[in-house]
């Protein structure tokens, strides 16, 4: 499962240092996998590409962007339901294409 941030989100930036995958961008700026740009998915509010989200599997036993947030506005997604397996194969994948 990879996690997103919700509405409750203020843009105060305190998850994005956090996240070992670079996963988590600003709203309305666009993203970055394998040297490849992709559109920003929400101009509304922070926001974490599921592709790139191992829900920190291969770094740490927890998400990290969780506790930083000040308002609790990153929640696991129920639409995104992942393995560890698949969690880790993501992580590798990100390993090698390039972050
Ligand atoms: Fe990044 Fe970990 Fe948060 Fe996923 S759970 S967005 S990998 S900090």
């Not at 709203?27 to 509304?44: C, F, M, P, R």
Request: a negative charge; one cysteine or more; charged letters at 30%.
């Amino acid at each position: 499962m990879a996690v997103k941030i919700t509405e409750e989100c203020i843009a105060c930036g305190a998850c994005e240092a956090e996240c070992p995958n670079e996963a988590i961008y600003e709203a309305g700026k666009d993203w970055v996998i394998g040297g490849e740009t992709k559109a920003a998915i929400t101009d509304e509010h922070t926001y974490i590409v599921p592709d790139k989200c191992t829900e920190c599997v291969g770094f740490h036993d927890e998400p990290q962007c969780i506790p930083a947030c000040p308002t609790e506005a990153i929640i696991v997604d129920p639409d995104h339901v992942e393995t560890k397996e698949q969690l880790m194969a993501k992580k590798d994948h990100l390993d090698s294409v390039g972050r």
